[in-house]
């Protein structure tokens, strides 16, 4: 059974770089035919995409936040990043893990979520 | 970027209810629209995709349609565990937008 595990810090000061992985078991990342993406909820609020890395290393990022973030794969550990800069109280969120098939699926698989607040 | 905009925000109903929530998409996305059901402290889960297809394991009292613009997940026959937060998704073209997200509380 596929698994997907955020780990990073919870707490990031204002204006540095919120920095999360994702650990993937059950499934290599670099398996054909998938995106690994991450998405965010801040408290209260509804979903929002922020950006995605496919199979083979391609990325998409939300326009809102394109020029901070980065999504990347980690192939040997089996695991794939998210690093966003510049982080205000905005960025305060439950931030979410998922994997998206490429052939015209939604997300199927999600990590549980971790919590990132942004406060000095 | 594609707006999904979702209704009603809030909908109290009783348990048997036959309840319908609607998206509606600011330009065509065919049939690349998922329905993911949420609860408290949980990841989202997916119920529909491809506007009308049942998700494994998910109770076929819920059910999706639509294609284009406008988008239903109904649930026939409400049941306790069903109160929680539902959220429409289009996966056409990016950015991925999700609709803002109805909450089917109890009457």
């Known amino acids: 059974q596929l698994q997907l595990q955020e780990s990073g810090p919870g707490l990031v000061k204002p204006w540095e770089i919120l920095s999360l992985t994702c650990t993937v078991s059950?499934?290599?990342?670099?398996?054909?035919?998938?995106?690994w993406d991450w998405i965010r909820q801040p408290p209260g609020e509804a979903l929002q995409w922020v950006g995605s890395v496919s199979y083979h290393g391609r990325t998409y990022y939300n326009p809102a936040l394109k020029s901070r973030v980065t999504v990347s794969l980690e192939t040997s550990k089996n695991r794939f990043s998210l690093r966003l800069n510049s982080v205000t109280a905005a960025d305060t969120a439950v931030y979410f893990c998922a994997r998206r098939p490429l052939r015209g699926l939604p997300f199927d698989f999600w990590g549980q979520g971790t919590l990132v607040t942004v406060s000095s | 970027d594609i707006q999904m905009t979702q209704s009603p925000s809030s909908l109290p109903a009783s348990v048997g209810d036959r309840v319908t929530i609607t998206c509606r998409a600011s330009?065509?996305?065919?049939?690349?629209l998922g329905w993911y059901q949420q609860k408290p402290g949980t990841a989202p889960k997916r119920l529909i995709y491809?506007?009308?297809t049942l998700q494994n394991g998910v109770p076929s009292r819920f059910s999706g349609s639509g294609f284009g613009t406008e988008f239903t997940l109904t649930i026939s026959g409400l049941q306790p565990e069903d109160f929680a937060v539902y959220y429409c998704l289009q996966h056409n073209t990016f950015p991925l937008t999700f609709g803002q997200g109805t909450k089917v509380d109890i009457k």
């Open positions: 491809t506007a009308s």
């Open positions: 330009q065509d996305i065919r049939d690349d």
């Open positions: 059950g499934a290599a990342i670099r398996s054909p035919g998938y995106s």
